[in-house]
């Protein structure tokens, strides 16, 4: 799978849809010895001039640390369901780290107005693999959903 494939064609969001979060950690004090991801939210924006904007952010937790969050967005309708072994090759969030085990990520990515354009309607699904800094790992296929309308 091309990394680029969905993700470049998801830049193109033409309407501002609701985040959904549909991946939540556990409310245990316990810093997780897998990396934990939480408070996932997916943010669309139309831009002036017919383009649009993603702004996908996610908390991330592990006990060694988090290397990186690497973020897939799709349309439901196409029938994909990536998996943890084809997020290795899509693109990274950027994270910063709050503390040694907590790590905030975010995701933001621009599109034009012939993209927005061809971008299916309907809804879309934001899968997340996060790896921390020991390799373990976690996949969120379906991190957070949003709808698209044109």
């Not at 029938?79 to 910063?96: I, Q, Y």
């Not at 996060?130 to 969120?140: L, Q, S």
Request: hydrophobic share 45%.
């Amino acid at each position: 799978m091309s990394k680029r494939l969905v993700v470049s064609s998801l830049a193109a969001v033409a309407a501002v849809a609701a985040g959904t979060v549909v991946f939540v950690s556990s409310a245990d004090a316990a810093v997780p010895d897998k990396p934990e991801i939480s408070k996932a939210t997916a943010h669309y924006t139309a831009a002036a001039g017919g383009g649009a904007s993603l702004t996908f952010t996610a908390s991330v937790t592990d006990n060694s640390g988090i290397k990186n969050l690497r973020v897939l967005a799709w349309p439901a309708s196409s029938g994909l369901a990536p998996t943890a072994a084809e997020m290795r090759d899509v693109e990274e969030a950027t994270c910063t780290a709050s503390s040694a085990t907590v790590t905030k990520c975010t995701y933001t990515v621009k599109s034009s107005a012939k993209e927005a354009s061809s971008l299916p309607e309907g809804v879309w699904h934001v899968s997340a693999l996060a790896t921390a800094k020991d390799r373990n790992t976690t996949f969120a296929p379906n991190a957070a959903a949003f709808t698209v309308n044109h």
